[in-house]
């Protein structure tokens, strides 16, 4: 073992030479360093030189600033029921401020550039009701403005952001390249395009038009629980490793990425690393949007109500876990893949959710339930009715403990924007919620 008190004196340092950045990343936080960058690593142990990521954050400076005081390299630690071990990520070759609006659009116009990633969750599409861009967001229009008026001025909002770099790199004749979504949400390929599209097209249709002809939006799923680093985490790692690291990020043994589309410009070697490249996503994301994220949303609303602070808590918890099993199997009579290969990630969700040693927090879970809760509880109960099926037993309760998560005083006042102003807290039923976020389910649950 290290001598915690060298920790002191020595932070993460290279063993190889910078690789030559060919991807950009927008949204640069813990899980973009504990998938992608962690796959991108990976190929770059292989194959060194080629396909270093230039990451930039979403709001805050501070990962970036923390991230570049250590020239881009961090410990990764997985955390097994059985021990930790300890990985150094070299694959981030620079680390920048978000709102650095000069880099990110040379970053884009690069020629070198072949992929933009994404990890910018499903609020960061800034959809509308109707699943359309919503224009009518403040920082939507405000980023329309800025882009119509060509004065440098850096954009906020993430499509904004996009078309701002793209258009970049149309003006500098750098060619076509991928845009690679990293998050929950369905078909976020296919969401790209049309929130980046139809921002593009206000500002300059000859702009979308180049979009259209020259940018690729690929879809992926994407599956590793990154819990908070502590302070002990942080503690922990010097230990093991020597090194004092303020960008230690913590994951569990388990990952999965799964990616469908083209790369007119190239890419990394990821299933070299255990990525899987298919020809239709669908299938893999509703098996863990309605398996994983479902029990996520069950277990946060549900727990926290029974007093339960993280996953395995509420996992161990009998109720709970019974609830589990029946959501579980509900959603297995209608996913599009055979027995064998849903058993089978439901015993790998079990073994991940016991994990007591992934401090996964329900409270973090609990978050953008507006959100999360359409595609992963009422789509489930959509295609149960589609199939011929009962509505089930799991969705009605899932519902009605996330409305006494809203009513809880300790609930972020951010959790009930998405229902309009004119809900009031105390008189919210599931059939007023429905009413705002799955109408045609009114009369089913």
């Known amino acids: 073992m290290s001598n915690p008190a060298a920790a002191e004196v020595r932070v993460p340092t290279r063993t190889r030479?910078?690789?030559?950045?060919?991807?950009a990343h927008l949204g640069l936080g813990a899980f973009h360093r504990a998938h992608q960058a962690w796959y991108t690593e990976l190929v770059q142990r292989a194959e060194p030189g080629d396909w270093g990521i230039e990451a930039f954050t979403g709001r805050s400076p501070a990962q970036a600033e923390t991230l570049a005081a250590q020239d881009g390299v961090y410990t990764l630690v997985v955390r097994a029921a059985e021990g930790d071990t300890f990985e150094r990520i070299e694959s981030i070759a620079a680390a920048r401020d978000g709102n650095d609006t000069e880099r990110w659009r040379a970053r884009l116009a690069d020629p070198d550039t072949a992929i933009l990633s994404l990890t910018i969750t499903e609020a960061g599409y800034r959809r509308g009701a109707d699943g359309e861009l919503n224009l009518a967001d403040a920082d939507v229009a405000a980023d329309l403005q800025r882009l119509r008026a060509g004065t440098g001025e850096g954009c906020v909002s993430a499509p904004g952001r996009i078309v701002d770099g793209l258009r970049a790199?149309?003006?500098?004749?750098?060619?076509?390249?991928?845009?690679?979504?990293?998050?929950?949400?369905?078909?976020n390929g296919a969401v790209t395009r049309a929130v980046?599209?139809?921002?593009?097209a206000r500002v300059d249709p000859e702009l979308a038009a180049w979009i259209e002809a020259n940018v690729s939006f690929v879809s992926s799923m994407v599956d590793r629980i990154t819990p908070a680093t502590t302070d002990a985490d942080r503690d922990e790692a010097a230990?093991?490793?020597?090194?004092?690291?303020?960008?230690?990020?913590?994951?569990?043994?388990?990952?999965?990425?799964?990616?469908?589309?083209e790369f007119p410009a190239g890419r990394p070697s990821w299933e070299h690393a255990g990525a899987r490249i298919v020809d239709e996503i669908e299938?893999?994301?509703?098996?863990?949007?309605?398996?994983?994220?479902?029990g996520h949303s069950l277990l946060a609303y549900a727990g926290l109500a029974r007093g339960h602070e993280t996953v395995d808590a509420a996992f161990a918890d009998p109720v709970l876990a019974e609830r589990l099993e029946t959501l579980w199997s509900e959603a297995a009579a209608v996913l599009p893949q055979d027995a064998e290969e849903i058993e089978a990630a439901r015993a790998a969700?079990?073994?991940?959710?016991a994990n007591p040693r992934i401090r996964h927090h329900l409270a973090q879970i609990a978050l953008g339930g507006a959100h999360k809760l359409p595609p992963r509880i009422f789509d489930v109960v959509r295609a149960r009715l589609a199939?011929?099926?009962?509505?089930?037993?799991?969705?009605?309760?899932?519902?009605?403990?996330?409305?006494?998560?809203?009513q809880r005083p300790d609930t972020p006042a951010a959790e009930w924007a998405p229902l309009g102003g004119g809900v009031n807290p105390d008189d919210l039923t599931v059939d007023a919620l429905l009413a705002i976020l799955a109408p045609d389910l009114r009369s089913a649950l």
Not at 17 to 23: E, G, K, T, V, Y
Not at 196 to 200: I, M, Q, R, S, T
Not at 245 to 251: E, R
Not at 283 to 294: F, I, S, Y
């Open 387 to 406: 199939a011929g099926l009962d509505v089930g037993t799991t969705a009605g309760p899932v519902v009605e403990d996330w409305i006494a998560y809203l």
């Open 169 to 187: 790199r149309r003006t500098a004749g750098s060619g076509p390249l991928a845009v690679l979504s990293c998050d929950n949400l369905a078909d």
């Open 349 to 353: 969700l079990r073994e991940r959710f």
């Open 283 to 294: 299938p893999h994301e509703r098996r863990k949007l309605w398996l994983l994220n479902a």
């Open 196 to 200: 980046v599209g139809a921002l593009a």
């Open 17 to 23: 030479p910078h690789p030559r950045i060919r991807i």
């Open 239 to 261: 230990t093991e490793t020597g090194v004092r690291d303020a960008a230690v990020i913590v994951t569990e043994p388990f990952t999965e990425w799964i990616i469908a589309g």
